[in-house]
């Protein structure tokens, strides 16, 4: 069995997007292509699926891994899932019966050492999906003030010390830069030292790693854009499976899918629609689905996995 990246509640997103002989899927974030395997198998001899990953790193990997079996019934695009419709849309994937969004990072970008996403990585401390768009966070971590850093640890990571940890960062850098995971997640461990009574189940960087990289990536207006894109591109019927793995995502999904439910996409704070949509989105999961003990044993990055799915009606 192929170990490199574990897919999450694989199982359960099979059953919802029901892969079948000439069926059209989308998987919006490729990663070890774990997901993508498993649906071209269902799907064939002849169902075929378009892969995208913003790191160029998982593309090569999975073309590597896959393309000698699954030949051109897989079809592999670098780009972020932002500029899904165009690329989709070129692509010929433009009425799918099913899109995939799994969120977040994956084991081989975990491991790397030369891209800062783990807390014990000496490398620099880049975190982009893609290194040749945006600003790696050690430029964030080098420019920007107290404040604006205590904002950024509260907003994308919802850290309660982030005063703390934004002016002991701010204090470290006058001496020297913070140049990578592990001197930031050392400096986060001086910070907040672990209370002998509460057992600590995460690392304390955690929060302050998650903020760092959806601000790099931009990764929640990306999810929007993203989500917005795979509910345009499904032909009725087709399904929408969201794997989220923190608070922030799954509040956009679920909001999202409560939206296209309603049909209004109007912000909550519209006290009245203005947008005058019809409902464009069935819920399958009332509840998000969250994996068996089992898996959590077996897989323990599977651990705060959500998965919320929908259908596409005939709008
Ligand atoms: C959790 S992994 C996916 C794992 C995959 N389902 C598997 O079974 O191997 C998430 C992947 O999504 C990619 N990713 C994250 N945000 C992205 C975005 N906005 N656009 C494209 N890819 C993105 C990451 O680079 C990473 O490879």
Same mark, same amino acid.
């Given at each position: 069995m192929y170990e490199g990246h574990l897919p999450v509640l694989v199982e359960e997103v099979l059953e919802m997007l029901a892969p079948a002989p000439g069926s059209l899927h989308i998987d919006a974030t490729l990663g070890g292509g774990g997901h993508t395997e498993r649906i071209l198998e269902a799907a064939n001899p002849d169902g075929r699926l378009l892969g995208l990953d913003a790191d160029p790193a998982a593309i090569a990997?999975?073309?590597?891994?896959?393309?000698p079996r699954f030949g051109d019934r897989l079809v592999l695009r670098q780009a972020n899932f932002r500029e899904l419709d165009p690329v989709a849309r070129a692509a010929g994937f433009d009425a799918v019966a099913g899109c995939l969004f799994d969120l977040g990072l994956s084991s081989f970008q975990l491991a790397d050492r030369d891209r800062g996403f783990g807390f014990r990585t000496g490398g620099p401390?880049?975190?982009?999906?893609? #290194? &040749?768009?945006?600003?790696? $966070?050690?430029?964030?971590l080098a420019t920007l003030d107290v404040d604006e850093l205590a904002a950024l640890f509260r907003r994308y990571g919802e850290e309660p010390k982030a005063g703390r940890i934004a002016r002991a960062i701010v204090d470290a850098r006058r001496v020297a830069p913070i #140049? &990578?995971?592990?001197?930031? $997640?050392?400096?986060?461990e001086r910070v907040l030292p672990p209370n002998p009574r509460l057992p600590r189940r995460t690392h304390p960087a955690t929060r302050v790693f998650q903020a760092l990289r959806i601000a790099v990536n931009e990764e929640l207006d990306a999810l929007e854009a993203g989500l917005h894109a795979a509910v345009d591109l499904l032909r009725p019927g087709g399904r929408l499976v969201v794997l989220s793995y923190h608070s922030l995502e799954d509040r956009i999904v679920k909001r999202f899918f409560q939206a296209e439910r309603r049909g209004c996409v109007c912000p909550p704070e519209v006290p009245v629609c203005v947008c005058g949509r019809d409902p464009r989105l069935r819920l399958v999961t009332r509840r998000s689905v969250t994996?068996?003990?089992?898996?959590?044993?077996?897989?323990p990055r599977a651990r705060s996995a959500r998965l919320r799915a929908a259908e596409r009606l005939a709008a």
């Open positions: 990997r999975v073309e590597a891994r896959l393309r401390l880049d975190m982009r999906f893609d #290194a &040749s768009r945006g600003v790696p $966070a050690s430029d964030l #140049a &990578s995971a592990e001197e930031l $997640a050392a400096l986060i994996p068996t003990p089992a898996e959590v044993v077996a897989n």
